[in-house]
């Protein structure tokens, strides 16, 4: 009896599938087909985590949500985040059996201590949200996020080849994403208002995909330079930034061509050799600066009356336009509606993923634009800073904050003490990525979508875990001179 089964055992499985496979098929019930894609997610989830954690990064700009697709109100992207949810219950579980399974190293360094921090607050601040299942939700997302793509990505980096492998596995997603979206907008003559929607199913809207492009441009352009890369590899690095460049351009997101303008200006101030606390200075005193020339400044900027449009110098013109842009002036109405928020509510705030829900009755009426809506189906905050402080108070605003800061001074002292080569290229690539993400995050706010999430604690871990590596070497090579 054991003889046949391990003889016909496979072959009979293989029958009965099919044969119930068709009957359900023919009842127009479809879902048995998912069953050896996840036979397969199985097996890759015991046998070959590396493979499944690169397959998701690929997948990523891929992933479509069903709520888009009006499949059920199921806001969940797949197959991305079913295959999160589930690395994330076998990671906390291998967690609870095991000691060692995230590296002391890590654990000990000063972003996963801030990391740790505001999940844990977002956790305390699920008790007196306002609605505490969707914060309850909200903190699952985070979780599964940044369990695959930090502390899961952390011990995958440590296999160097690994790093690279997650940059061209995005891109390689995102480039098919770019090819289709452009295509599809050609058959518009490339006209401003398709430019918000032809990247649909795979982006919900223009502006979290201009943000992914940009991410991932400063990786495409340091590549041509990696001498460890076959001249191939080169050659489609040039191929791969060109088309994610004219994805950028044609995505006609201005804040994501702002932040590529920032994260220019802190390459070549990294290339001065300028250290992080001159860049802090420059900041408090532009900061200080506008806030005393603030109401000639707003004079300034409400005499532009540029319209965001088809033409590329008007529609850089409109970014100051605060007089007559509905887009620009939306966002100042959400932002003016989250501070009222944070009045209300400074410490614990109205709870995680609560503002889109709650921020209605918030809007003063004078603020109100012909795009305003007190139904939440437009978007949020438009900002990973002011969202966090009308959702979690002033601890929450003050961790998002610190996050930047310490990553920040981290990857630009660790620039700084590497030697020339990939992993200096590497560094440049994922903080310059992170630092396009930092300055978008004030227009825009996107760490709730598997989109932007993926990249965002994909780069960090790949900062923390170089700059642990080259900690450990430094304490090594004291340690061998004294």
Not at 182 to 199: E, I, K, L, Q, S
Not at 232 to 241: D, H, P
């Amino acid at each position: 009896m054991t003889a046949l089964l391990r003889t016909y055992g496979i072959a009979a499985a293989c029958v009965l599938f099919i044969v119930m496979n068709t009957v359900l098929t023919a009842r127009e019930v479809y879902w048995l087909n998912l069953l050896p894609m996840a036979l397969i997610m199985v097996w890759a989830m015991v046998g070959s985590v590396d493979r499944l954690l690169l397959f998701i990064v690929f997948a990523t700009p891929l992933s479509i949500n069903l709520e888009e697709m009006e499949l059920g109100g199921i806001g969940v992207a797949v197959p991305t985040e079913p295959l999160m949810v589930a690395l994330t219950l076998l990671y906390l579980v291998k967690v609870a059996l095991e000691r060692g399974v995230v590296r002391d190293s890590v654990l000990r360094h000063p972003v996963t201590a801030v990391l740790i921090a505001q999940l844990v607050w977002m956790a305390a601040c699920i008790v007196p949200s306002s609605m505490p299942l969707v914060s309850a939700k909200y903190l699952a997302a985070r979780l599964w996020f940044v369990c695959t793509m930090y502390f899961m990505a952390t011990r995958l980096f440590e296999e160097p080849r690994n790093m690279h492998r997650f940059f061209w596995a995005y891109v390689a997603g995102m480039a098919i994403v770019v090819v289709y979206t452009v295509t599809r907008h050609a058959g518009f003559h490339f006209a401003h208002d398709p430019a918000h929607w032809v990247m649909e199913p795979f982006f919900k809207d223009h502006t979290s995909y201009g943000a992914c492009l940009a991410f991932f441009l400063p990786f495409t352009l340091t590549a041509m330079g990696v001498r460890s890369y076959t001249r191939t590899q080169r050659l489609l690095a040039v191929l791969l930034f060109l088309i994610l460049l004219t994805g950028l351009v044609f995505s006609y997101t201005r804040a994501a061509w702002l932040s590529l303008a920032g994260a220019l200006g802190l390459f070549l101030a990294m290339k001065m050799r300028l250290p992080a606390w001159t860049l802090g200075v420059v900041l408090l005193v532009g900061g200080v600066g506008y806030w005393v020339n603030k109401d000639r400044i707003t004079i300034a900027l409400e005499r532009n009356r540029k319209e965001s449009s088809d033409d590329f110098a008007e529609h850089v013109q409109s970014i100051s336009n605060i007089s007559t842009d509905a887009s620009n002036l939306e966002r100042i109405n959400r932002w003016n509606s989250a501070l009222r928020m944070f009045a209300e509510r400074p410490v614990f705030g109205w709870g995680p993923g609560t503002y889109m829900f709650q921020y209605a009755p918030f809007q003063a009426s004078e603020d109100r634009t012909i795009i305003s809506t007190n139904f939440g189906r437009q978007g949020n905050a438009h900002s990973e800073y002011l969202g966090p402080l009308a959702e979690q108070g002033i601890p929450g605003i003050a961790l998002m904050v610190v996050l930047v800061v310490v990553t920040s001074v981290r990857a630009m002292r660790l620039h700084e003490r590497l030697p020339a080569g990939g992993e200096k290229r590497l560094v440049a690539a994922a903080f310059l990525g992170l630092v396009t993400y930092y300055l978008h995050g004030s227009l825009n706010n996107f760490l709730d979508l598997d989109k932007a999430s993926v990249p965002f604690w994909g780069f960090t871990a790949m900062i923390v875990v170089l700059d642990v590596k080259h900690a450990v070497r430094k304490d090594a090579l004291s340690a061998d001179s004294r």
